[in-house]
Nanobody, 130 residues
Framework: QLQLVQSGGGLVQPGGSLRLSCAAS????????IGWFRQAPGKEREGVSY????????YYADSVKGRFTISRDNAKNTVYLQMNSLKPEDTAVYYC???????????????????????WGKGTLVTVSS
């Protein structure tokens, strides 16, 4: 079965850190871009960061630049999102998704409504609250 398995998330105080993981099952990441998206209550799903698994290039939304770091472990077929200096406005359900690199780049850079990603994780809740 082809799927993305997410782990991590939870409740953290403002200023704290969390790490999310996204592992592929049944396929390899080699030819995809892996993106992290989030959706807060009452808001549209938005792109947070992505990594192009072909060339390793990365991209961050302005809202998380300097605080979040995306990384990959090709041997483990896993992508991570390290989230530091978390803010209450980071509270959302976070999803990872695999898609064509060109399409993924377009989604993020144009801030388009999210569509066309091939595989999705089930989502994990991140709550930033004191």
């Amino acid at each position: 079965q082809l799927q993305l398995v997410q782990s991590g998330g939870g409740l953290v105080q403002p200023g704290g850190s969390l790490r999310l993981s996204c592992a592929a099952s049944g396929f390899t990441f080699d030819h995809y871009a892996i993106g992290w998206f989030r959706q807060a209550p009452g808001k549209e799903r938005e792109g947070v960061s992505y990594v192009n698994m072909i060339d390793g290039s990365t991209y961050y939304a302005d809202s998380v630049k300097g605080r979040f770091t995306i990384s990959r472990d090709n041997a483990k077929n896993t992508v991570y999102l390290q989230m530091n200096s978390l803010k209450p406005e980071d509270t959302a359900v976070y999803y990872c998704a695999a898609g064509p690199p060109g399409h993924t780049s377009l989604l993020f850079r144009t801030k388009s409504p999210v569509y066309g990603m091939n595989y999705w994780g089930k989502g994990t809740l991140v709550t930033v609250s004191s």
